[in-house]
């Protein structure tokens, strides 16, 4: 029998590269998606290299989506600062992209057709992380509505479905179930900042270390 095909958006961090492999261990052949938005440093796409080679995944692209020219975050616009004082509940960070996710999204839908995935990979998370609006359950329901009118699979009844097994979980799990499935955590990154270590004062560096060390493993910490 034919293995089932899944497209795994894939941005060098912890969380997409476990996101994928779990769609590995359920039986999905993955084909990574990675993006060059714009964003401050390219270290994160090294580590897209990096990971989908270290997880076997049959294809991996690079598309470049120049989300920059506009700005409007902390992440493509040198001009905002990188938020470094602690992690705050009380509205939408500066790191949020404008339309990141439903740019990704889309291509990756695009993809999905033209390879007949039976699945989009997301690993996109609602709990530990700051409110974003394209992180969210309800979006994500939203998406698939829409997918499903917007392209001739899913006009036909068989259209690629999104996938994003993290969306519930704490940091905590998403860091046990890296280490069961034997994800590089060392190769990934999910820091806002470039250059060789991580800065450790982001809000994704601070969530990520904060849950590495509930997990038992400091030794993988900024």
């Not at 007949?116 to 969210?136: E, F, I, K, T, W």
Request: glycine fraction near 10%; aromatic fraction near 6%; charge should be negative.
């Amino acid at each position: 029998m034919e293995s089932r095909t899944a497209i795994a958006l894939l941005s060098g961090g912890l969380d997409s590269a476990t996101a994928a492999a779990l769609a590995i261990e359920s039986g999905d052949r993955v084909i990574g998606l990675s993006f060059d938005y714009g964003q401050r440093h390219r270290r994160e796409l090294k580590a897209a290299e990096q990971v989908a080679q270290s997880l076997g995944l049959a294809e991996h692209h690079r598309i470049s989506v120049n989300l920059a020219a506009w700005g409007g975050s902390a992440l493509t616009d040198d001009q905002v600062r990188i938020p470094t004082d602690g992690v705050k509940n009380d509205g939408i960070p500066a790191t949020y992209v404008p339309g990141r996710n439903t740019v990704f999204i889309s291509i990756g839908l695009s993809l999905a057709e033209a390879r007949a995935a039976q699945r989009l990979v997301l690993g996109v998370n609602a709990v530990d992380y700051s409110g974003y609006p394209d992180c969210r359950p309800d979006y994500l329901e939203a998406f698939q509505s829409l997918a499903d009118l917007a392209s001739k699979s899913g006009r036909e009844g068989h259209g690629t479905k999104l996938w994003a097994p993290l969306v519930t979980w704490s940091k905590t799990k998403i860091v046990q179930e890296a280490l069961r499935l034997g994800v590089p955590i060392a190769d990934t990154w999910s820091c806002y900042s470039g250059g060789d270590h991580p800065c450790g004062v982001c809000d994704s560096c601070r969530i990520r270390d904060a849950a590495l060390q509930a997990a038992g493993r400091s030794d993988l910490c900024s």
